[in-house]
C-alpha cells in the first residue's frame, strides 16, 4: 500500500529556501506511470498545485510558482523533494505529497502534509 | 482566489442529501474529464472519494456519486452520516500551462 511522508523544517525565515522531503513506501518512484506531486494549502485556504515530477523525470510547475519551485527525485532513497526559494509569509501552508498516474486520469493519493510557518 | 469555484460550505441533517458544486471553465472542468473530488479530515490525507468525473474507487460508499455539466462539476452525498463531515475539495486537470487546479473546498458540516 502507497504510503507517502513529508518531511521538513517547521519554521524558516521570510528570503530564505524551503525544503521538503517526501519518502515513498509501498511504492518505487520510478516504476511508470507516475507523476509526483507538491500541492500546498495555507490556512484558511483551498488547495494550490505546486508542481509535478513525471515519466522521464520531466517537471511541470504552477506558473505562478515557476521561477521558485523546483522539484527532484532521488531514485537511490526513493524520495522526491521540493525546494521554494524566497519565501514569504504567504509561503506558509500545510505541504502535501501526493501521487497520480496521469494529471489527466485517475486522481491522486495523498500524504498527511507538514505544516512550514515562514517567519522570523 | 482558487481557480475553482466551490460554496464555503454546506450542511445536512443525517440521511439527507447534499450537493457541492465546483465551477470552472472551458479551459479546465469543460475541457477534460478528469474531475476528481477528495474528502479532508484536517490532520489526516486527504482521501480521493471520485475520480474522472463520476468514478468511485474501491471502497467509496455509493452514497458519494459525482457529474459534470459544462464547466461545472458536482458532487453529491446522500444518506449523509457523520462521519461524512469534512472537507471537500474538487480538482481539474487545465492543460499544458496550468497543469492541475483546485477548488477552494467546501466545509460539510451534519447537523
Known sequence: QLQLQESGPGLVKPSETLSLTCTVSGDSISTSPYHWGWIRQPPEKGLEYIGTIGDGWSTYYNPSLRSRATIFADTSKNQVSLTLTSV????????????????????????????????? | QSALTQPRSVSGSPGQSITISCTGTSSDIGAYNSVSWYQHH?????????????????????????????????????GLQADDEA????????????????????KLTVL
Open chain 2, 87 to 106: 472537507d471537500y475539495h474538487c480538482c481539474s486537470y487545465a492543460g499544458a500551462y496550468s497543469h492541475v487546479v483546485f477548488g477552494g473546498g467546501t
Open chain 1, 88 to 120: 514569504t509569509a504567504a509561503d506558509t501552508a500545510v505541504y502535501f505529497c501526493a501521487k497520480t498516474q496521469s494529471m489527466l486520469r485517475g486522481g491522486w493519493g495523498w500524504g498527511q502534509g507538514t505544516l512550514v510557518t515562514v517567519s522570523s
Open chain 2, 42 to 78: 484536517p490532520g489526516k490525507a486527504p482521501k480521493l472519494m471520485i475520480y474522472d468525473v463520476s468514478e468511485r474507487p474501491s471502497g467509496v460508499p455509493d452514497r458519494f456519486s459525482a457529474s459534470k455539466s459544462g464547466n461545472t462539476a458536482s458532487l453529491t452525498i446522500s
